[in-house]
């Protein structure tokens, strides 16, 4: 019955991080999550007669969740012709300065804060190899390298960087990282970028909506499990 139960928990998590996904497949530069599932330790059956022993096999004693995985493949690309989009092509994460500090995002959805300087959307600034990028009232185009050019003149680039281990990376909101020591220290890495072009979220909808089917099936299962021992001790304290 523990077994069973731990396995609704497993497949009540899985629900859980499979709906995230859902929720945000319109996000750009969303990175797709799957649970960490681990085993829980084996117990051996043994079977003794006549004062010997003898194992017969394993039995499992259930699993558990440890957090989350991230996928960092990369999503699908849409054209805008906003000048102010930018998509990485291939690796790489975007700079960017929150007042929590320093963040990592693959969403180059930028606009102009009211102080002329590059921002997320979410007012976030923009972060170039020299500091924030004051681009003003010009016309802004961003080029294949990521150089940023107000009115034809280079005024900045922006600052891309990679890391030793993404695996350090810890989800901030929908499309922040914060890097961790485990992660390394980011280090600037050329390139390429797309402009006037988004990355979409790396989600397939329709393989997550499958997902779904799959753990509420193995969700239910457990649960009949579960209801069937349940009337068992029932029955034999009621009957005994």
Do not use: C
């Not at 995230?20 to 051996?44: F, K, M």
């Not at 054209?79 to 989009?85: I, Q, S, V």
């Not at 089917?213 to 009337?231: H, P, S, T």
């Amino acid at each position: 019955m523990y077994t069973a139960a731990s396995g609704m928990l497993v497949e009540s998590m899985r629900m859980d991080v499979s709906s995230n996904n859902l929720a945000n497949v319109d996000t750009a530069g969303y990175q797709r999550q799957t649970a960490h599932i681990y085993n829980s330790p084996q117990r051996p059956v043994v079977r003794v007669h006549a004062g010997q022993a003898r194992v017969l096999g394993a039995l499992g004693t259930g699993a558990l969740v440890e957090g989350s995985h991230t996928s960092f493949a990369p999503g699908t690309l849409r054209t805008t012709e906003n000048p102010l989009d930018v998509a990485l092509i291939g690796p790489g994460f975007f700079a960017i300065s929150t007042p929590e500090g320093n963040r990592y995002t693959r969403d180059g959805r930028f606009t102009i804060n009211p102080s002329g300087l590059l921002a997320t959307l979410d007012g976030n600034l923009v972060r170039g190899e020299n500091g924030p990028i004051y681009v003003g009232s010009g016309e802004v185009l961003f080029t294949e390298t990521g150089e940023v050019m107000v009115d034809g003149h280079v005024v900045d680039k922006l600052l891309m960087v990679e890391f030793n281990d993404r695996t350090g990376l810890v989800r901030r909101g929908a499309n922040l990282f914060e890097a961790t020591p485990e992660a390394g220290d980011p280090f600037r890495f050329r390139a390429v970028v797309a402009p006037g072009v988004i990355e979409l979220a790396n989600v397939n909808v329709v393989r997550e909506m499958v997902n779904l089917i799959n753990v509420q099936r193995a969700y239910e299962a457990n649960q009949k499990v579960v209801q069937a021992f349940d009337e068992t001790l029932g029955k034999i304290i009621n009957e005994v």
